[in-house]
T-cell receptor
């Protein structure tokens, strides 16, 4: 298995531009998570999906952020317009949710720098 | 508070056992304890998890206190590749199933 795939791995953009991050979860997993990590705030959960349905988006910073999961094998996180404070590493993770707990598998992350 | 309490950092010598403590005094009866670690410039990776009993796998052992208010991750023979930030996390077995991430413990391995 290739694991969780994220693209791009690195993104440099200018303030005000739209940024789209992509994630392909592990086949067969039914939950997908988007996290953001910064030195100041650590690892923060932005949103998670279960069976392609957004369950909790309370971590999404503001309306500039949006996430979609059109099918079980693809998700996007979009920032429009981007701001310098959005600079961070964004991780996507997937898991198979069951009653006995779960293991989240993380992708390599997308390093975003907004100038 | 939903987050666990861990020391900010710990040091250990290579090839010696490492005991990483975690306090989760407000844990409820159905919450699992999960441990993840994050190697430099990588995403977090799962290490081990448990509910009440001690658990072992190829990476580590997890010792859970009888009252479940604390746990210890044990690396039996640390190597330089084990240098990472180790996160102890409660998994809330409610409808949200969220992992609440703290700051973790930065483990430094000395050769």
């Amino acid at each position: 298995d290739a694991g969780v795939i994220q693209s791009p791995r690195h993104e440099v953009t200018e303030m005000g531009q739209e940024v789209t991050l992509r994630c392909k979860p592990i086949s067969g997993h039914n939950s997908l998570f988007w996290y953001r990590q910064t030195m100041m705030r650590g690892l923060e959960l932005l949103i998670y999906f279960n069976n392609n349905v957004p369950i909790d988006d309370s971590g999404m910073p503001e309306d500039r952020f949006s996430a979609k999961m059109p099918n079980a094998s693809f998700s996007t996180l979009k920032i429009q317009p981007s701001e310098p404070r959005d600079s961070a590493v964004y991780f996507c993770a997937s898991s198979f949710r069951s009653s006995g707990g779960e293991t989240q598998y993380f992708g390599p992350g997308t390093r975003l720098l907004v100038l | 508070d939903a987050k666990t309490t861990q020391p900010n950092s710990m040091e250990s010598n290579e090839e010696e056992p490492v005991h990483l403590p975690c306090n989760h005094s407000t844990i409820s009866g159905t919450d699992y304890i999960h441990w993840y670690r994050q190697l430099p410039s990588q995403g977090p990776e799962y290490v081990i998890h448990g509910l009440t009993s001690n658990v072992n796998n190829r990476m580590a052992s997890l010792a859970i206190a009888e009252d479940r208010k604390s746990s210890t991750l044990i690396l039996h023979r640390a190597t330089l590749r084990d240098a990472a930030v180790y996160y102890c996390i409660r998994l809330f077995m409610d409808s949200n199933y969220q992992l609440i991430w703290g700051a973790g413990t930065k483990l430094i391995i000395k050769p």
